[in-house]
């Protein structure tokens, strides 16, 4: 493979020069990578199927966790402080930890 790389190299070369014209430097070229006798055709290479997946259920006690925990960080926000914004931006945050938490369970 470098012996190719370099001989296209010197073609190049001799091309810049004006040593060969663009015509001559196609056809060297054409005859270079015919030398190898992979060029034409690529190796085809079989993958293994991977193994199927097994199918999760646990979504659903999941979503209901999230569901309980977000209640009560809303619920204990407001005890505490009073604030609604404070309250929904701890439900909102809780939320999308919990959907990050769903997404990579299915991900498995």
């Known amino acids: 493979m470098t012996a190719i ?48 997946r097994e199918k999760r259920t646990g979504i659903g006690p999941t979503l209901l966790l999230c569901t309980l925990v977000m209640t009560i960080c809303v619920g204990a926000a407001m005890l505490l402080t009073g604030d609604i914004m404070l309250s929904t931006t701890l439900a909102i945050t809780v939320l999308a930890a919990m959907t990050v938490v769903l997404f990579r369970q299915l991900d498995g």
Do not use: Q, W
């Open 5 to 52: 790389l370099d001989g296209m190299h010197r073609l190049d070369a001799a091309h810049k020069r004006g040593e060969i014209n663009a015509i001559d430097l196609v056809a060297a070229k054409a005859r270079l990578l015919d030398s190898v006798p992979d060029a034409d055709a690529p190796e085809t290479t079989v993958f293994d199927e991977p193994p199927p």
